[in-house]
Antibody
Framework: QVQLVESGGGVMQPGESLELSCAAS????????MHWVRQAPGKGLEWVAC????????HYADSVQGRFTASRDNFKKMLYLHMGSLRVEDTAFYFC??????????????WGHGTLVTVSS | ETVMTQSPTTLSVSPGERATLSCRAS??????LAWYQQIPGQAPRLLMY???TRATGIPARFSGSGSGTEFTLTISSLQPEDFAVYYC?????????FGQGTRLDIK
């Protein structure tokens, strides 16, 4: 079955950088787009980024454009989110999620359990 | 950016009754809408995509409808496990956007 396991969260100071990882298994990783979605504690879902199945295309939310970079390694079946110039408002649980249809970027159909990033001075 | 607005913010319904949740898009999104259920402390679960297609394993009491800018998620007979937060999400255009959520409470 599909498994997505995020790691790399922690407590950071504003302006610092952090990289999250997501290990995927149980499906043909190289044929699916992958998403990052975040959720501030007690708040709603906010889509962050999507990487195409082959890693050649990325899309970002306006709130992270220019600061965050999503990438993937299809050989290792890993998804990454490099988070730069962190802000207090980036504090959230970060979920890795698999796209529904192959070769597209649409709706996540399987989600990891999330990793918590806290940005505080 | 397409803004998704859900209503109501909170809905209180008794077990066994019907619940109707609404989602409105700020511009037309065809039927490129998904619904998710999130139980506190858990990851979201995909319920519906294409506005009206149930995801794998989702019970038939969940149904979705709508196209363009107005969408509805209906739960025909609420079970105890259905009390959760529900989100709609559009995937017609980038950036993907979610609604702010509707919390479904036990009355």
């Amino acid at each position: 079955q599909v498994q997505l396991v995020e790691s790399g969260g922690g407590v950071m100071q504003p302006g610092e950088s952090l990289e999250l990882s997501c290990a995927a298994s149980g499906f043909g990783f190289s044929t699916y787009g992958m998403h990052w979605v975040r959720q501030a504690p007690g708040k709603g879902l906010e889509w962050v980024a999507c990487v195409s199945y082959d890693g050649t295309k990325q899309h970002y939310a306006d709130s992270v454009q220019g600061r965050f970079t999503a990438s993937r390694d299809n050989f290792k079946k890993m998804l990454y989110l490099h988070m730069g110039s962190l802000r207090v408002e980036d504090t959230a649980f970060y979920f890795c999620a698999k796209d529904g249809p192959p070769y597209s970027g649409t709706y996540p159909d399987h989600w990891g359990h999330g990793t918590l990033v806290t940005v505080s001075s | 950016e397409t803004v998704m607005t859900q209503s109501p913010t909170t809905l209180s319904v008794s077990p066994g009754e019907r619940a109707t949740l609404s989602c409105r898009a700020s511009q037309t999104i065809s039927a490129k809408l998904a619904w998710y259920q999130q139980i506190p402390g858990q990851a979201p679960r995909l319920l519906m995509y294409g506005a009206s297609t149930r995801a794998t394993g989702i019970p038939a009491r969940f149904s979705g409808s709508g196209s363009g800018t107005e969408f509805t998620l209906t739960i025909s007979s609420l079970q105890p496990e259905d009390f959760a937060v529900y989100y709609c999400q559009q995937y017609d255009s980038w950036p993907i956007t979610f609604g702010q959520g509707t919390r479904l409470d036990i009355k």
